[in-house]
């Protein structure tokens, strides 16, 4: 089990997911993104295909859907806070966005 | 395409809805619900029953996930308001979720 990433550490592990529009939450705990598809189905894929890739991490995001638009957010309540496990479920699903 | 349900045809609808846990928003244009599963996998199965009949009839939810919890929102977006679509995907809902 990892602890909250703090510092430089953090810094350097968020820096290309911000520049692929995700954004930190005001308190700093979570990240979200929206990611916009061209339909329904095409979101509905990407889900699927994240949530077999959360199970088996045992690491789940938070989110929501309306038709083609999936919003997520992604913490690790366990630690109040973001650690490697959401940097690497959110790097995950950016590569299977773009497959 | 239906229009906007009114009256008693509405409230006819919405009754057996209401008695699963339903809500109708302050204004009147949709309906939610917070469903809960025993996990995620639970959770992700039911959405996925769900997503595949919305495709099919061309009318999906507005819904969001955490864990083993689902909340849903419909509404007909064309309309402005609550359709028969609206009942009919609801009712759908429950019976996935009791199976």
Chains 1, 2 share one sequence.
Not at 58 to 68: E, G, I, L, R, V
Not at 70 to 75: A, F, G, H, K, N
Not at 86 to 92: G, N, P, Q
């Amino acid at each position: 089990m990892s602890g909250p990433l703090t510092g430089s550490e953090r810094s350097a592990a968020l820096a290309p997911l911000l520049e692929r529009g995700w954004r930190e939450t005001a308190d700093g705990r979570a990240i979200t993104k929206q990611f916009a598809f061209a339909d329904f189905t095409e979101a509905f894929a990407w889900m699927t295909r994240v949530a077999l890739r959360a199970e088996k991490a045992n690491h789940h995001p938070d989110w929501s859907n309306s038709y083609a638009k999936v919003t997520v957010s992604l913490t690790s309540h366990d630690t109040n806070g973001l650690t490697r496990r959401d940097i690497d479920l959110a790097s995950w699903m950016e590569k299977a966005a773009d497959a």
